[in-house]
């Protein structure tokens, strides 16, 4: 399989542009405007930011308008939280929503998560299951969400409570043949009890900073998540994935079986490792720096 029948974004037209898919501002419960949001990601050298307050009644269902923060350097895509009833827990669903209409419709009485889910991805949005383990979503409650784009493995507000982390279920739903991608977020609220902003992030591979293709790159999948160091080069060669990345600590794969193959050491740019462990089902490639910060690949289907 070459690597881009694989779907990995490296070898794709275009270049990286980084950004947080899920942040809240002052439109629902977020410490700061949307301007002075967007500000905290332009000033760490993030390239968009989608603002995604909660859709709810309280908030007068805000879809926040950010196109007068777009600039030729930085953007925005518009987005929401999406609320309804109810998990298997008892709880209302949380759904990242990116490229939503800004008049999109607040739920109708009964429509659940799932539904309003649909119809967000029918408006062209691409539709993201937040938080899963802080949510405590099941495997039944995950697949329920087929209008679901990805699921967000890493989220570092949740990480405060050691839910961040939600690579177990994504394993269970590939295996179960679903083609979900993966992203990490910040879920930044900027209040003063939160974790300190841009600690989770995507890089998008696109030609341009123009949402729309931002948008269509990220529903395809030509991206890769990231909480510090950097992918330069992921490739598949024969029954071998090649790796370039910044300097790491660890580089492993892993994916839909137990185990997985790792290399550790100091300053690690570079490894190749054998794909057969994972023959016929999926993996990633992870890293790990000296600080803890990690970056993993989408998953890649063999
Ligand atoms: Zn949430
Ligand atoms: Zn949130």
Redesign the pocket.
């Known amino acids: 399989m070459s690597s881009s029948a694989s779907g990995l974004p490296f070898d794709r037209p275009g270049r990286f542009w980084r950004g947080n898919l899920h942040t809240h501002s002052d439109r629902s419960d977020g410490a700061l405007s949307p301007l002075e949001t967007a500000r905290v990601y332009r000033e760490a050298g993030y390239d968009f930011v989608a603002i995604t307050d909660?859709f709810r009644p309280e908030y007068g269902f805000p879809v926040t308008d950010t196109r007068d923060l777009r600039s030729d350097t930085f953007t925005t895509l518009i987005g929401a939280?999406l609320h309804a009833p109810v998990t298997e827990a008892g709880q209302q669903w949380?759904i990242v929503a990116v490229g939503l209409p800004l008049d999109f419709q607040p739920p109708s009485d009964g429509e659940t998560g799932p539904e309003l889910a649909r119809r967000a991805r029918a408006a062209g949005a691409f539709v993201g299951m937040?938080?899963p383990s802080?949510?405590l979503l099941t495997a039944a409650d995950a697949e329920s969400l087929d209008a679901a784009h990805a699921v967000e493995v890493y989220n570092a507000l949740a990480d405060r409570e050691n839910r961040g982390d939600s690579w177990h279920l994504t394993d269970v739903l590939l295996n179960r043949g679903h083609r979900l991608t993966t992203y990490a977020a910040d879920?930044a609220h900027l209040q003063h009890q939160d974790p300190p902003p841009c600690r989770a992030w995507i890089h998008v591979r696109a030609e341009s900073l123009d949402p729309a293709d931002l948008l269509t790159a990220l529903i395809a999948g030509r991206y890769y998540s990231s909480t510090g160091p950097e992918l330069y080069d992921v490739r598949l060669e024969d029954d071998q994935v090649v790796i370039r990345c910044s300097p790491a600590t660890k580089i492993l794969l892993s994916g839909g079986r137990p185990g997985a193959e790792v290399v550790e050491g100091t300053d690690l740019t570079e490894a190749t490792l054998p794909l057969a462990l994972f023959r016929s089902t999926h993996c990633r490639v992870t890293i790990e720096d000296a600080a803890g910060g990690r970056a993993w690949t989408n998953p890649i289907h063999l």
Do not use: L, N, Q
């Open positions: 909660h939280e949380h937040a938080h802080a949510s879920d």
